[in-house]
C-alpha cells in the first residue's frame, strides 16, 4: 500500500503537465457565487483543469502560485522525496548508466509499472464465494478457482463456457442435438490464492519448512459433465457421454523432489444422452512441478539462446465398469488404466526479451516461430491384460506472433485407450486459439 | 553498517556458470547482515537467469510482469511454484555466490501492510525486488 500511495504521490509531484480528466467541478471557482464564470474565474478553472499542481496548492484561485504557496509546495516535496525516491529506486537501478538511445528505445516499450494487488473478498463475503460453475470442460474449471477475486489471474474471459445446438434437417427430415458442457457445484473449497483461505497463518513471516510436503489448498465439487451429440432418428456414428461425479482435490506444495503437485481423485456414473450406458469409474491423477529440472513448466530463462524446452508428466489410473455399453465405443466388463502422458515441448529460437530487453535477438523473426511437441501416452489395463501406446509428434509454425494462428504438421500411432481404436494418421491442420 | 554506506555492485571476479558449479567464481557481495537494493536485484536476476552479469548492468525491467517468467504454467500455479522453488533455493549454497543465494531468508506467501509483500499479490519483477527487500529487512538485515 506505501507503495502505491508513493507512487501516487510521485506522479502528482513530477508529472504537472500529465491531462486530468474534464471532472473538476467548476463550482468553487464562482468566487462571487453569481452562478455564472466571468471571464476571470473561467481562466483559472481552465488552468487548474491542465495543471493539477496548480490547483492543488493555488489556494486562493488566482491563477498563480504564491510565495506561501510555494512554500507549502516545496514543504510537501521535501517530505514525501524518500518514499518517492524509494518507489522509483529498481527503475534508477535499472536504467542508470545507458545510453540515451537505449533508455528510449527500451522506456516507449516497457509495460506499465504495477503495484501489489491484495485479493480482493467476494463480494458480500466469504459466503457469497462463487461455487456455480458453467463451463466447457473439466480444463476450464481452472481447478475452480474464481475469476473475480482476484483480478488478473484466472478471468474468466480466458475460460470456453458450454455450448449447445439444436439442427432440424427439413429434407432429411431428422433432428440433432449437440451438447458439450460441465455444470460444476463447489462444495468445500480451501484456496491460497482466495482471500478466504484460512490454512495460514496471519503472520506471513511464520516459519515454513519447504522440504517438507504439505497440505496448500483443497477443492471438493460436484459435477456432471455432458459432451456428444443425439440424433433423431438415431443413427450409426452417434456418441455420447452424459456423466456425474465429483472431484477431490488437493495440492501439496514443497518436498525434497517437487515444488507443487496436484491429486485428484474423480469417482463418477456414466451414461449417454439416451440413458442407456451405465458404466461407473474412479480416475486418479497425479501432476507434479518441479521447474528446476523443466517439470511441468519453468521459472526464468530459457535454456539456451537457441533452444528452450520443458516436459510434462501426468500420471492417472482410471477403473471403470461398463454394464451397458450404450451409445459408446467401449465393451461390456471392467478397464482398469493405469498409467501416464508425458510430453516434451521444444521451442527454437526462444524469447530472450524479458531477461534483457537492451539486448539484441539473433534471429528476431524466428522468435517464438517455432515448435515440437514429443507426447508419449501409455497405459495397461490389468484386469484384461492389455497396452494401450500411443504416440504423436507435432511441429509447427505460429502464423502471427504471439501463437493465435499456427499450421502444424502431426502424426500419431498407436492405440487410444479410451476408444481402443488403432491410430496411424497424418495430419495437417490449422490453429486458431482466442 | 555505518550509515550512508551505498549498496555496490558485486565484487569483479570470473562469471558464474550454473547453479552447483565448482567455479570459484566470485560474486559474492556485501558481508554480514548488510545487503544493498542493487544486490538483491542482482541476486534475483540471477534466480531467474543464470547467464546473467552480476558485474554488469541490470537487464530485467522491473515493469516486467511476474507472469511472464511462468513458462507453460498458469499464473496461479506459477506463484506457487514460484514460492516453494524460491524458498528451497534461499538457504541453498550457490558457489557462484560464495554464499546461500537468498542467505535464507523467506519469502511470504500472505501480504502485509508495511511488513510483507506475499508472492501472492505481486504482480511485477519490481513487486518482487521490493518484496525481497522487506524480507530482509524483516530478517534483521539492513538493506541500503
Not at chain 1, 352 to 377: I, M
Not at chain 1, 395 to 409: E, L
Not at chain 2, 119 to 129: A, E, K, T, V
Request: hydrophobic content about 40%; aromatic content about 12%.
Amino acid at each position: 500500500m506505501r507503495f502505491a500511495v508513493s507512487t501516487a504521490l510521485a506522479i502528482v509531484i513530477l508529472a504537472p503537465t500529465v491531462g486530468t480528466a474534464e471532472t473538476l467541478s467548476a463550482a468553487k471557482y464562482d468566487k462571487n457565487k453569481d452562478g455564472i464564470l466571468d471571464e476571470n474565474e473561467a481562466l483559472v478553472w481552465r488552468l487548474h483543469v491542465q495543471d493539477p499542481v496548480l490547483a492543488k496548492y493555488d489556494l486562493n484561485l488566482n491563477g498563480r502560485l504564491d510565495p506561501a504557496e510555494l512554500d507549502r509546495l516545496r514543504a510537501d516535496s521535501a517530505a514525501s522525496f524518500s518514499d518517492r525516491a524509494s518507489s522509483v529506486a529498481n527503475d534508477v537501478l535499472f536504467f542508470k548508466n545507458r545510453k540515451i538511445a537505449d533508455i528510449d528505445k527500451v522506456a516507449s516499450t516497457r509495460p506499465p509499472p504495477a503495484a501489489p494487488a491484495e485479493v480482493k473478498p467476494p463480494k458480500g463475503g466469504c459466503e457469497n464465494q462463487q461455487r456455480l460453475f458453467v463451463r466447457r470442460d473439466r480444463l476450464d474449471t481452472y481447478q475452480y478457482r474464481e475469476g473475480t477475486f482476484i483480478t488478473g489471474f484466472v478471468p474468466k474471459s480466458k475460460a470456453m463456457g458450454a455450448s449447445a445446438s439444436f439442427t432440424h434437417d427439413d429434407l432429411d427430415r431428422s433432428n440433432s442435438a449437440t451438447i458439450n458442457g460441465r455444470v460444476s457445484y463447489v462444495i468445500a473449497q480451501n484456496d491460497p490464492m482466495s482471500p478466504c483461505f484460512t490454512g495460514l497463518p496471519d503472520d506471513p513471516y511464520a516459519k515454513h519448512d519447504f522440504r517438507v510436503p504439505s497440505l496448500f489448498g483443497t477443492t471438493v465439487a460436484l459435477w456432471t459433465d455432458a459432451q456428444g451429440t443425439i440424433n433423431s432418428p438415431r443413427t450409426k456414428n452417434e456418441k455420447s457421454a452424459l456423466k456425474g461425479g465429483f472431484d477431490a482435490q488437493a495440492a501439496i506444495a514443497g518436498g525434497p523432489f517437487f515444488d507443487l503437485q496436484y491429486l485428484i481423485a474423480s469417482p463418477y456414473a456414466q451414461t449417454d444422452f439416451r440413458g442407456e450406458a451405465r458404466i461407473y469409474g474412479v480416475t486418479a491423477a497425479w501432476e507434479p512441478f518441479a521447474p528446476n529440472v523443466r517439470l511441468g513448466g519453468t521459472i526464468g530463462a530459457p535454456a539456451t539462446k537457441y533452444l528452450d524446452w520443458f516436459w510434462q508428466l501426468r500420471a492417472a489410473a482410471d477403473v471403470k465398469r461398463v454394464d451397458v455399453v450404450g451409445a459408446t465405443a467401449l465393451t461390456r466388463g471392467d478397464y482398469a488404466w493405469t498409467g501416464a502422458v508425458a510430453r516434451l515441448h521444444l521451442t527454437p529460437f526462444p524469447d530472450r526479451s524479458v531477461y534483457d530487453p537492451f539486448g539484441e535477438n539473433l534471429f528476431p523473426d524466428l522468435v517464438g516461430r517455432f515448435y515440437a511437441d514429443f507426447t508419449v501416452n501409455y497405459y495397461r489395463d490389468f484386469s484384461r491384460g492389455i497396452e494401450a501406446l500411443l504416440w504423436a509428434a507435432e511441429v509447427g509454425f505460429n502464423i502471427t506472433p504471439d501463437g493465435a494462428a499456427s499450421i502444424s504438421v502431426s502424426y500419431t500411432d498407436g492405440l487410444d485407450k479410451d476408444t481402443l481404436i488403432k491410430q496411424r494418421q497424418y495430419l495437417v491442420a490449422l490453429n486458431y486459439k482466442l | 553498517m555505518a550509515k550512508g554506506k551505498k549498496g555496490k555492485p558485486a565484487k569483479k571476479g570470473k562469471p558464474a556458470k550454473k547453479q552447483g558449479s565448482n567455479v570459484a567464481a566470485n560474486f559474492a557481495g556485501m558481508a554480514g547482515s548488510f545487503i544493498s537494493r542493487d544486490e538483491i536485484y542482482h541476486r534475483l536476476e540471477w534466480y531467474f537467469d543464470h547467464s546473467h552479469d552480476p558485474k554488469g548492468p541490470h537487464t530485467i525491467d522491473p515493469n516486467t510482469p511476474i507472469d511472464a517468467f511462468f513458462q507453460n504454467m498458469d499464473p496461479s500455479t506459477g506463484r506457487k511454484v514460484l514460492w516453494v522453488n524460491i524458498n528451497k533455493i534461499s538457504p541453498t549454497y550457490v558457489p557462484a555466490w560464495k554464499s546461500a543465494l537468498f542467505h535464507g531468508v523467506q519469502f511470504p506467501w500472505l501480504s502485509k501492510k508495511d511488513v510483507a509483500i506475499g508472492l501472492r499479490d505481486i504482480q511485477s519483477f519490481g513487486n518482487l525486488i521490493d518484496s525481497a527487500v522487506l524480507t530482509y529487512e524483516h530478517f534483521g538485515w539492513h538493506v541500503s
